[in-house]
């Protein structure tokens, strides 16, 4: 049993903040994500939603048989069949909580369940009720509390208790909520239910830029579990950022007279791992993880830096994890030397992975004479961790022509259904030159919904990230692509995402 100064954390990056847009893990990358959270020493992770799709189930059974320290939560609606296939995925877990939710505001009662509030709470009486005889720890969340009417959701947590709940959670799901507000209506909430006991959690988004603040405030007025996401990924704007949630407990441990068992040394190698394998860029100025948290640009900064760091830095690089020197990698390094340093930025590779990830990295340091972290990274991503289900289409051999005199032209080969298949085209640019002798090759036609393209490094002969993500129909799917030939890697990002569409469709049984 924790102490009355711990606070939980419940991660739900891979299900929160998988639902944000553009977003689409597979098993394989939730898996990753999963072992770098139990690395952190998270409490509980919530894996996914079972009952929503096939690949949600996997990830989540999945994840409950490769993780052993932290409770794997799946979550499910009070119905019956979200119940019962959460338990089921659940069933390999060392330590496994149903997370089952109901709406209780009045807005959300009326117009999305179109129930009346005692329907309702006969909802939680059942639903609490079976997870209950599913799993010993069942979790119940009152969807949009924040606006729910303060008797109605005092006697919703009281029906969700008696059925069996032990965590009740307190959401501000539309980050409606102001913190001192917030702060008042939690305390309020857990002295009316007075149940000795029962851990008090919330759920906190940031539609007003506020889910930080208001988890903050739940913390002072009682709460000893907070919801939250590696970098603040989640639904429209996004999940209250655990790492923000963390460091401000422990850099303010006299304010909150709280703190978590979270190593805080891990957080910088966790943010760039979810970034790296969501797509999803974490802004220079992010608190904490951002490339800017700890650099100092203004010389009356600088001076002060000099003299003492405490003048401009409130917690340490090192106490994140944020790099403080550079281990240059180059032709010249070992095995020992690469796999501690892949090891550093998050990554846990199995040995036929790392053996394989060394002579790539061997490779690249042919071709260009500095290799960054960004590097390593890119190709890790792109060659050793890509887990398309099956590969449909593969780069066999391309070229590419462009000058002033005319119009780019571009000539690829893809190996697909036991064979080859050249065809050529020319574009408005290499890059569309490419993906349009691509198309001539499919037999389905994918829209191009967005394109990103950077380096993974300020050097000039830095690898070239790609990141597409095609829509067919109604399916999307993302693809990345590395390459110290930027033409290249927007080509292997592209049929990633073409493959990762034919997995998807294969799976749903649609033609394509």
């Avoid at 309702?120 to 969340?141: H, N, P, T, Y």
């Avoid at 969700?160 to 702060?183: K, R």
């Avoid at 993880?289 to 001076?303: S, T």
């Avoid at 697909?416 to 090759?441: C, F, Q, R, S």
Wanted: glycine share 8%; with cysteine.
């Amino acid at each position: 049993m924790d102490g009355p100064g711990i606070v939980r954390i419940f991660d739900t990056t891979m299900r929160d903040g998988e639902q944000a847009a553009r977003i689409n893990l597979n098993t394989g990358e939730k898996v990753q994500i999963a072992r770098a959270l139990e690395r952190l020493n998270v409490d509980i992770i919530e894996a996914g939603f079972p009952a929503s799709s096939k690949g949600d189930m996997d990830a989540v059974i999945n994840v409950a048989a490769e993780v052993r320290a932290p409770v794997i939560a799946g979550l499910a609606r009070t119905k019956e069949s979200d119940i019962t296939a959460a338990g089921e995925a659940l069933r390999g877990a060392a330590r496994s909580r149903i997370h089952t939710f109901i709406a209780t505001s009045a807005i959300h009662m009326e117009y999305k369940l179109k129930m009346t509030p005692g329907e309702v709470l006969k909802e939680i009486e059942r639903g609490v009720s079976l997870a209950r005889s599913i799993a010993e720890d069942v979790e119940f969340s009152a969807e949009d509390a924040s606006r729910s009417d303060m008797d109605f959701l005092a006697d919703a947590f009281t029906a969700a208790i008696e059925s069996g709940a032990s965590t009740l959670n307190i959401p501000d799901t539309v980050g409606y909520a102001m913190p001192y507000e917030f702060e008042d209506f939690c305390r309020t909430v857990i002295k009316r239910v007075n149940k000795p006991g029962v851990v008090w959690s919330v759920h906190c988004h940031n539609d007003l830029g506020l889910g930080v603040a208001n988890s903050l405030a739940a913390v002072r007025a009682g709460v000893r579990q907070v919801e939250c996401t590696i970098n603040g990924l989640g639904e429209r704007a996004g999940n209250a950022s655990m790492e923000e949630i963390v460091m401000s407990l422990r850099t303010r441990k006299d304010h909150f007279g709280a703190d978590t068992k979270i190593d805080t040394t891990k957080f910088y190698v966790t943010s760039k791992l979810v970034s790296g394998l969501t797509g999803v860029p974490v802004q220079p100025n992010k608190a904490i993880v951002g490339v800017n948290a700890f650099a100092h640009e203004a010389g009356i900064h600088q001076h002060g830096m000099l003299c003492n760091r405490a003048t401009y830095e409130i917690m340490t690089p090192e106490s994140v994890g944020a790099p403080g020197t550079d281990l240059h990698l180059g032709k010249h390094s070992g095995r020992h030397a690469f796999n501690e340093r892949t090891e550093q930025l998050g990554y846990n590779l199995t040995p036929e992975q790392s053996a394989s990830a060394f002579e790539y990295f061997k490779e690249l340091c042919d071709k260009k004479k500095d290799v960054s972290d960004g590097d390593i990274e890119a190709f890790l991503l792109d060659r050793i961790l890509r887990l398309t289900p099956e590969i449909r289409y593969e780069l066999k051999d391309y070229a590419v022509t462009i000058g002033s005199g005319g119009k780019p032209t571009a000539s690829i080969t893809l190996a697909h259904d036991g064979g080859e298949t050249t065809e050529a085209a020319v574009g408005n640019g290499p890059v569309d030159a490419a993906y349009k002798a691509i198309l001539k090759i499919l037999p389905f036609q994918p829209e191009l919904a967005e394109f990103r393209i950077r380096a993974t490094s300020e050097l000039a002969d830095a690898v070239g990230e790609a990141h597409v993500i095609l829509r067919c129909k109604d399916i999307k799917a993302q693809g990345r692509g590395a390459s110290t030939d930027i033409i290249e890697a927007t080509m292997r990002a592209y049929l990633e995402a073409v493959n990762r569409l034919c997995s998807v469709a294969a799976a749903r049984e649609v033609a394509m």
